[in-house]
């Protein structure tokens, strides 16, 4: 059974930065690498969107929903079974629970505020 564990989450000023990771487990890295990953947010009383997604390697091609484009930057490290989103110069609006993906599989998320 594949699990996605997310870290990294917290509170944080507006203008400030955080790096949410997201480890994959019972998956190889050689699977692992094939996949695309995605993070995911939603805020309260909002719809889960997309925030950003990284394709495997071979073409490493990225995709960010405009809101977040210029500021949060996605990436992996396929022999570490995990992936990153750097999240800089954070708004009021980017408060959200944010969620990794894989496959069909969903980690539990990590609660990033914005808050001065």
């Known amino acids: 059974q594949v699990q996605l564990v997310e870290s990294g989450g917290g509170l944080v000023r507006p203008g400030g930065s955080l790096r949410l990771s997201c480890v994959a487990s019972g998956i190889s890295r050689s699977d692992f690498s094939s996949y695309v990953v995605g993070w995911y947010r939603q805020a309260p009383g909002k719809e889960r969107e997309v925030v950003a997604k990284?394709?495997?390697?071979?073409?490493?091609?990225?995709f960010y929903v405009d809101s977040v484009k210029g500021r949060f930057t996605i990436s992996r490290d396929d022999a570490k079974i995990t992936a990153h989103l750097q999240m800089n110069s954070l708004k009021p609006e980017d408060t959200a629970v944010y969620y990794c993906h894989l496959a069909d599989y969903w980690g539990q998320g990590t609660q990033v505020i914005v808050s001065s």
């Open positions: 990284i394709d495997s390697l071979n073409t490493g091609q990225t």
